[in-house]
């Protein structure tokens, strides 16, 4: 097969690369990034000279780059996306425009091209908030709550929308929050590992009682194999850690198994429209393709902290420039940025 992946330079998709050409050797893999602050090809240095591995970077809301790029691929695997929810929320317009928007070129080229299967990557956040003891399966209402999770849910609907309309070859996963080797530390999981490696605060929004279920990302690129392979033309599938954990319990654990200090600690304030739970229900990847998480959190929670360890030169890499600046904003003046977003967006009556 010929493959054509979206956001290959970021971190779940470069892991799915690693894993894609270890272990079918006849595919062949066309990478296409547009190389934001999130992708890095440095996450693809043992694969870079493989002969079955090809870069092109491009946009995907570039319509004549996509066709040139995609012609002669058998399948899409979309993972290309803006992927930060404070991100979306502070400046919401580059989600818009690359989920939703680059979403619907993809799909536009895709039908052109007559590809035989377009996996759409999408997030357990399109069903919002889910209420404790509840757990949402692949039926249950989208409420999604913040720009980020409503830009994924829209690029859910247009990819259905294919399906039904066109006869489109459109199967999505909806997975819950992955974590592992290469991921951008702007995120929860190497935010709070590289900081504590760092004997620097570990920023708790809000309460810290949200919770979040976590999956390696080692076993999502498992779960989307199998549906590019064998999943059904048309259909959703969840694809959770079944581990829910506590933000802040979560921080506590990382401290103990990194010997640091909980005075590392720090609560700030909480991020606009925060969903407090998710919850998926994932019996149908497990009915129909035999999927079901292997490694388990404490694990996957070890050889993640170790890694970040052993990859100071990775981490000097990505926390250079762009990530500093933001830090700085969002984190060491946190309040009056977040007053400042608050202030500047229009005043409704209602
Ligand atoms: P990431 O931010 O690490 O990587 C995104 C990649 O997309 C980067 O390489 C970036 O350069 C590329 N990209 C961004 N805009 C682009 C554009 N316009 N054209 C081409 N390339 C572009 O993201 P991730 O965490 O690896 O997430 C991958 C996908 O999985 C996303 O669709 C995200 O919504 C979804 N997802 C992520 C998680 C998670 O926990 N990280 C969970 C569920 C779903
Ligand atoms: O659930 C799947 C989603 O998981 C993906 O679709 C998104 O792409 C991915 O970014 C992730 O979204 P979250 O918002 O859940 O992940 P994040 O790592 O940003 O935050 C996880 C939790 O930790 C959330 O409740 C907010 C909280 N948090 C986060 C950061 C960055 C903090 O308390 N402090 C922080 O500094």
């Known amino acids: 097969m010929n493959l054509f992946v979206t956001g290959g330079a970021g971190f779940i998709g470069s892991n799915f690369i690693r894993h894609i050409l270890s272990l ?20 693809l240095e043992t694969v870079a000279d493989d002969p079955n591995y090809r870069f092109v970077k491009g946009d995907i809301c570039d319509g004549p780059a996509v066709t040139a790029a995609m012609e002669g691929c058998d399948a899409v695997i979309h993972f290309a996306a803006e992927s930060h ?18 979403t619907f070129v993809l799909l536009q080229i895709a039908r052109t091209l007559q590809v035989q299967r377009f996996v759409h990557i999408s997030t357990d956040e399109v069903y919002g908030d889910i209420l404790p003891g509840a757990f949402a399966d692949e039926g249950s209402h989208l409420r999604p709550s913040s720009p980020y999770s409503a830009s994924k849910a829209a690029s859910d609907l247009l990819v259905l929308s294919y399906v039904r309309t066109y006869g489109f070859p459109g199967l999505i996963t909806r997975s819950s929050n992955n974590y592992g080797p290469f991921q951008f530390p702007e995120k929860f999981l190497p935010l709070m ?3 504590a490696l760092d004997s620097k605060p570990l920023p708790i929004y809000g309460d810290g009682a949200q919770q979040r279920d976590w999956l390696h990302v080692e076993d999502n690129c498992r779960g989307i194999l199998a549906v590019l392979e064998r999943g059904r033309i048309g259909e959703v599938y969840n694809i959770g850690g079944l581990d829910i954990v506590e933000n802040l319990t979560m921080a506590r654990r990382l401290l103990r198994v990194m010997s640091k200090p909980e005075t590392l600690l720090s609560y700030v304030q909480d991020r606009p429209g925060h969903d407090r739970r998710y919850a998926l229900k994932c019996e149908k990847m497990e009915r129909e393709l035999g999927w079901k998480p292997m490694i388990s959190l404490e694990d996957g929670l070890r050889q993640t902290i170790e890694w970040y360890g052993a990859n100071a030169t990775w981490m000097a890499g990505v ?7 933001y830090y700085e904003k969002y984190y060491e003046n946190r309040d009056s940025t977040l007053h400042a977003i608050a202030q500047s967006g229009p005043k409704t009556s209602h």
Not at 24 to 37: A, F, M, S
Not at 93 to 99: D, L, Q, W
């Open 85 to 102: 929810v404070d991100r979306s929320i502070y400046e919401p317009s580059a989600a818009i425009e690359t989920n939703v928007t680059g």
């Open 24 to 43: 079918r050797q006849g595919h062949r893999v066309v990478n296409y990034d547009k190389l934001t602050y999130a992708g890095n090809l440095a996450n």
């Open 319 to 325: 926390r250079g420039g762009e990530y500093r600046s």
């Open 193 to 195: 590992i590289t900081n």
